[in-house]
């Protein structure tokens, strides 16, 4: 381990915030002493709770993540944020403005915000969003709160990152059909429907609700075979919990569809209520080590696919090499498949790290 990666540990581990904010820019950008830094970390990773906030641009996700920081730093407890904006595809660049909106909580010594552009990766996340969680997980804070680039059904990547994934939506986010698509569906472990006071807003949320249950299988339960069938009837029989408290003792999670207004800070309790019960859900049931342990298995794939390219590709002369082939698949006398398997027979070596 170079000396001032051991330095940087160091102060790290004495909860020093600039230590914090360099190990973060070391992780974000994969410069030198990415691996020792995460490699050290790794033994302490498990302890905060991950939260994802996902949805469509505009719908009040950094309010709802700044009003959550807040009720979390009132019971005590500390909290990282991590931010994904949108890369220009166009400039390269982000406007990554968040500590403007959180200016509510931008100051507060528990709390820790970062800003980070997706750099072209899919799936709402930057590619190393996973691994600076982790960074914010090994200085201890309690929470970590991650919200996202809202990209529609790519979203997926920020229920592989968090422990629980809330889905924000709002009136304007289309009709029914584009916001029940099924990656959102899938995704959500609670539903928000925010700016709640907004027309369309009750119509949004029997809608939500009325899917939950068609995925469940709940609202087809008695439904006689025919054509015709009352679409109200069946909403009366989809998954719509009374109280909240209902959710305590479920074997099975029914992810809550709730309303908030988080212009007027209302229905935030509701939110952190039902985060608290998703998590126990998930200790009780044995859910949370199962996902934990999936995280660890994708991270390894992905750590190896990172590095399989990079020892591939730094090497130029595997790429001049691939540049020479060309023109056979411009003529068509060779194909993508037979290039790849060739290039790997030539320098494969590089991808195993062997010498033959």
């Known amino acids: 381990m170079h000396a001032s990666t051991e330095r940087l540990l160091g102060e790290f581990a004495a909860r020093r915030v600039p230590a914090l904010a360099r190990a973060v820019s070391i992780v974000e950008n994969q410069r030198a002493g990415v691996d020792d830094i995460l490699g050290t970390l790794h033994p302490k990773l498990g302890r905060a709770r991950r ?37 220009s595809p166009f400039t390269g660049g982000a406007l990554l403005g968040d500590r403007v909106r959180m200016e509510r909580v931008a100051l507060d010594d528990g709390v820790f915000i970062r800003s980070m552009a997706t750099r072209g990766s899919l799936g709402g996340l930057a590619a190393s969003t996973r691994e600076v969680t982790d960074v914010l997980d090994g200085f201890g804070f309690d929470r970590i709160i991650i919200e996202t680039v809202g990209v529609g059904q790519s979203e997926l990547d920020v229920a592989r990152t968090a422990d629980s994934t809330v889905v ?9 059909i584009q916001t029940l698509k099924a990656g959102v569906m899938e995704i959500a472990d609670i539903f928000v429907v925010n700016k709640a006071d907004r027309p369309g807003a009750d119509r949004l949320r ?46 099975s999670w029914a992810p809550p569809v709730l309303s908030s207004i988080a212009a007027k800070e209302e229905g935030i309790t509701g939110i952190v209520e039902s985060l608290d019960l998703h998590f126990n859900y998930l200790e009780r049931t044995g859910t ?31 790429r001049t090499w691939l540049d020479g082939r060309v023109s056979e698949l411009e ?26």
């Open 51 to 87: 939260i994802g906030i996902t949805g469509p641009p505009g719908a009040g996700k950094s309010t709802i993540t700044t009003l959550l920081a807040e009720k979390f730093r009132q019971a005590g407890l500390t909290v990282g944020i991590v931010c994904v904006d949108p890369t």
């Open 168 to 176: 924000v939506l709002v009136p304007e986010s289309g009709d029914s």
């Open 206 to 251: 029997n809608d939500v609700e009325l899917m939950l249950g068609l995925r469940k299988g709940a609202s087809y339960a008695n439904v006689p075979a025919h054509h015709g069938v009352d679409l109200r009837t069946m909403r009366d029989r989809a998954a719509r919990p009374a109280d909240i408290d209902a959710l305590a003792e479920d074997t």
């Open 288 to 318: 949370l080590r199962e996902r934990r342990r999936e995280r660890l298995v994708e991270r390894v794939i992905e750590v190896a696919e990172r590095r399989m390219r990079q020892r591939l590709w730094d090497v130029p002369a595997a």
């Open 331 to 356: 003529a068509g006398s060779a194909t993508p498949y037979a290039v790849a398997d060739d290039l790997l027979s030539a320098y494969g070596h590089l991808v195993t790290g062997t010498n033959t």
